[in-house]
C-alpha cells in the first residue's frame, strides 16, 4: 500500500506540475481560472495522501 500511495504522490505532484506551466502559458484568464481550480483540486488530493493513515477508532 505504501508504494501505491508514494507512486499517486509523485503521479499528483507531477500532475500540479502540468498544470503550473499550462498557467504561466495561458493566455485568456478563462484558461487561467480553469488551471487554478485544477491545481487547487490537485493539491487537495495531494494534501490527502500525504497525511499518516489514521488507524480505526472503535464506537
Known amino acids: ?3 501505491l500511495q508514494k ?3 509523485r ?3 507531477k500532475i500540479i506540475g502540468h498544470y ?3 498557467l504561466a502559458t495561458a493566455t485568456s484568464e478563462r484558461e487561467r481560472e480553469r488551471f487554478r481550480e485544477r491545481i487547487n483540486q ?3 488530493l ?3 495522501l500525504r497525511q ?3 488507524p ?3 464506537a
Open 52 to 54: 499518516p493513515e489514521q
Open 20 to 22: 503550473q506551466y499550462l
Open 11 to 13: 503521479v499528483s505532484e
Open 1 to 3: 500500500m505504501i508504494d
Open 46 to 48: 495531494l494534501d490527502k
Open 42 to 44: 490537485e493539491q487537495q
Open 56 to 58: 480505526a477508532r472503535a
Open 7 to 9: 507512486t499517486l504522490i
